[in-house]
């Protein structure tokens, strides 16, 4: 049973243009991504998907397939799964295989745990489960500590949510998404539903929990220099190494 991961990139980008090709650590953000899939045990073949010549330029130093994404499907309102489906489709085709599992990565992501995606895919494998996606839990952004603004003025403070919890303690477990890693069936994935848009992810649907800290997306200036500080403390490799010099165990003649 195959596993293909799909690395998506967009272009475009309203909090940090060309958020996928911010230099970090000496390359492109694009890279970290691309570099942490060839090093995955449970992959076999990698792809990515973009709108983007410079993004797909870095993939082929890489020498991974790469795919032009059509603009439709790299639109503000075009869904992750859009994406993914056209670069599956687009593999199977080349490849004369079909897939059983997808991994799919955002390219904007640089840091995750170096396991998170391998164990995302082996509990899919494992358990009877439609998706598994990486998530950490809330600590002070929790929604019963938020406040919704009303009133004539528009400043009256309310609660968001109705309670009376004033310790982080007595707070209930909440875990927010945090774009480290999703591995989806691949009957799943191809499962459209228009009035539901999260229909590629199936019924039943688990997780990974990380913990704050450990994935960082970058949407902004500020996550940006959050990586560089994380990825200085933890003194990563800032060499920009093409494919052939990366762990000899991911075999390319599977991708061409």
């Known amino acids: 049973m195959t596993t293909v991961a799909v690395i998506i990139a967009r272009a475009g980008s309203k909090g940090l243009a060309n958020k996928s090709l911010q230099l970090l650590k000496g390359k492109p953000v694009i890279a970290w991504t ?31 397939p790469v795919y032009e994404r059509p603009a439709h499907l790299a639109s503000d309102v075009a869904t992750i799964d859009m994406g993914v489906r056209h670069g599956i489709e687009c593999w199977e085709r080349e490849s004369g295989q079909r897939c059983s599992y997808v991994a799919i990565l955002v390219g904007n992501v640089p840091i995750r745990p ?46 968001y949510e109705p309670n009376r919890v004033y310790r982080r303690q007595d707070l209930p477990p909440v875990y927010m998404l945090d774009a480290g890693g999703i591995a989806v069936r691949r009957e799943c994935l191809f499962q459209v539903d228009p009035a539901e848009p999260h ?37 990563s490799d800032s060499s920009y190494c093409p494919a052939e010099h990366l762990d000899s165990h991911f075999a390319y003649d599977k991708v061409v």
């Open 34 to 64: 691309i570099e942490y899939a060839l090093n995955c045990r449970q992959i076999d073949s990698i792809v990515l998907s973009s709108d983007c010549p410079r993004i797909l330029a870095v993939g082929c130093e890489y020498q991974i």
């Open 114 to 159: 170096p396991d998170l995606l391998d164990r995302v895919i082996t509990k899919l494998k494992q358990t009877s489960a439609d998706s598994v996606q990486s998530v950490y839990p809330v600590g002070k952004t929790h929604p019963l500590w938020m406040r919704r603004l009303s009133g004539s003025g528009g400043d009256e403070l309310m609660m």
């Open 199 to 235: 229909a590629f992810l199936g019924r039943d649907r688990r997780a990974i929990v990380t913990q704050p800290g450990q994935v960082i997306d970058i949407d902004t200036e500020l996550d940006l220099a959050l990586a560089q500080v994380i990825m200085e403390r933890n003194r």
